[in-house]
């Protein structure tokens, strides 16, 4: 017969026991959920006022898991400030951000555990080693393994300046610890906020691959904000381009080509006549900022032969006829609607 005392110990302990399994059943859901839900990021009319700026208006996109997403940009345009919501550092007015299903909101303490991320400038203990700084971060996150440090130092090429006060590092080398940092405990999502700045032309390449390996590699998802467009098609899969606070267009990184607008370049010894001659034949002539004549209508696109013909017929043969397709940085502000001619 068991006393009153030993009855209760076998409930309290049955009751822990009872706890352990519905957590465990909690965390293995949680997992399961990471592993389920394809839109690993996912805003709903997400929006943010200060006052009277209109800093984000209605913003909702998809990120699909494995996918980089290319949040591009010009400066000011709601790339950091979409960003901060995202990981939940400011509140939104309107609208909603979701990380793995999840509304992203001040308790969402557990979604952190699979998100790394780098917002503007990275910060570090500047009388600290980068090896301290790193190590600081593994034991915050109270990640067990004490090799993470050495790995994501090797990682980042970071090696020669592990010693080195992270104060007396230059800019490209603090981009690389806050990189470190956001990689050390092997995040699921990767949300970057222009991680090229300070960076050199090699150092830009070995972001670059980096990223591409994470992502196709080991699924890794990946947000990263520029306002360069070059550099996001050379990595993203798809692109999202902001501007005034607006999502104004989407497209995926393979679509950009088509998308480019083309024109034929025409010159000739006698320019202005071949411009008069082109215009009486019912051609929209413009002139390029390097004094070449252009056209864009799409039968001259399609058939240079036949305004090469033309001109030769007029007395003007041409010395250029060339086909020019529009460049990445002409096509990101014509969609914005910035004139820089």
């Not at 200060?50 to 949040?71: C, P, T």
Request: hydrophobic residues 40%; aromatic residues 4%; proline residues 3%.
């Amino acid at each position: 017969m068991l006393t009153r005392v030993e009855s209760g110990v076998l409930v309290s302990r049955a009751f822990k026991l009872w706890q352990n399994r519905q957590s465990s059943r909690r965390l293995n859901s949680g997992v399961d959920k990471l592993e389920v839900i394809q839109d690993v990021i996912r805003t709903e009319s997400l929006t943010k006022h200060f006052g009277d700026v209109h800093a984000v208006e209605s913003v909702s996109l998809k990120v699909r898991k494995g996918e980089i997403y290319g949040f591009l940009g010009l400066n000011g345009a709601g790339k950091t400030t979409t960003i901060r919501m995202l990981l939940g550092m400011i509140r939104p007015t309107a609208g909603s951000a979701f990380l793995f299903g999840k509304k992203v909101s001040a308790d969402s303490c557990d979604l952190w555990e699979h998100v790394g991320y780098l917002v503007e400038t990275p910060s570090s203990y500047p009388e600290l080693t980068v090896w301290e700084n790193l190590e600081i971060m593994r034991r915050l996150r109270r990640i067990s393994d004490e090799k993470s440090v050495d790995r994501v130092i090797d990682k980042l090429w970071l090696t020669p300046y592990r010693n080195r006060k992270a104060g007396h590092l230059s800019l490209g080398n603090m981009q690389r610890l806050g990189l470190a940092k956001a990689l050390l405990h092997n995040p699921d999502v990767l949300i970057l906020d222009e991680p090229a700045n300070g960076l050199d032309p090699a150092g830009i390449v070995e972001i670059r691959e980096l990223l591409r390996d994470l992502s196709s590699n080991h699924e890794v998802t990946v947000f990263i904000s520029s306002h360069i467009l070059g550099e996001i098609s050379r990595l993203a899969t798809r692109i999202g381009i902001i501007h005034e606070g607006r999502l104004v267009q989407e497209v995926n990184a393979d679509e950009l080509g088509r998308l480019l607008q083309k024109r034929l370049l025409v010159d000739a010894h006698d320019q202005k006549s071949a411009q008069v001659e082109l215009v009486k034949e019912g051609y929209s002539v413009s002139t390029t900022k390097d004094g070449v004549l252009e056209i864009a209508d799409n039968e001259a696109v399609a058939c240079p032969d036949k305004i090469a013909t033309m001109l030769v017929n007029a007395g003007l043969p041409p010395t250029l006829l060339r086909v020019g397709e529009e460049d990445l940085e002409s096509y990101f502000l014509r969609i914005v609607g910035v004139n820089r001619r």
